[in-house]
């Protein structure tokens, strides 16, 4: 498959998903970004069109743990992700998986935060 035809299968892919998500006040879009280092997380309103938090792994206090963008470390930034977003007063969120198959560091994640006490 050519490359140009793998980007085209690969925002349509991005479209197909979040045509059926929509964040918002009450259930902000969770939306993440595994880069070859690091990982990405971010609360989103879309009715607002602003960012309610995020959390990266290049974070003051999670870049000492020198984490990577696996399933470990996303297990680890879910956990800290989770209680950040309580204590920021969200409890409930959709998940925005973009183009990822949810499995590996995505499941791990989405596994963390889940047990850290956040609804999706």
Same mark, same amino acid.
């Given at each position: 498959? %050519? $490359?140009?035809?793998?980007?085209?299968?690969?925002?349509? %892919?991005?479209?197909?998903?979040? %045509?059926?998500?929509?964040?918002?006040?009450?259930?902000?879009?969770?939306? $993440?970004?595994?880069?070859?280092?690091?990982?990405? +997380?971010?609360?989103?309103? #879309?009715?607002?069109?602003?960012?309610?938090?995020?959390?990266?792994?290049?974070?003051?206090?999670?870049?000492?743990?020198? $984490?990577?963008?696996?399933?470990?470390?996303?297990? =680890?930034?879910?956990?800290? =992700?989770?209680?950040?977003?309580?204590?920021?007063?969200?409890?409930?969120?959709?998940? #925005?998986?973009?183009? %990822?198959?949810?499995?590996?560091? $995505?499941?791990?994640?989405?596994? +963390?935060?889940?047990?850290?006490?956040? #609804? =999706?």
């Amino acid at each position: 498959m %050519r $490359l140009d035809d793998k980007q085209v299968v690969t925002q349509r %892919r991005h479209w197909r998903v979040r %045509r059926k998500i929509q964040g918002s006040v009450d259930r902000p879009r969770l939306s $993440l970004h595994f880069s070859h280092k690091h990982i990405y +997380a971010q609360c989103i309103d #879309d009715a607002a069109g602003h960012t309610m938090m995020a959390l990266s792994t290049l974070d003051k206090v999670l870049k000492e743990q020198s $984490l990577k963008a696996n399933v470990q470390g996303a297990r =680890f930034l879910g956990e800290v =992700f989770g209680k950040k977003a309580i204590a920021n007063g969200v409890s409930k969120v959709v998940l #925005d998986r973009g183009t %990822r198959s949810y499995h590996g560091a $995505l499941c791990a994640f989405a596994d +963390a935060v889940r047990e850290a006490g956040v #609804d =999706f």
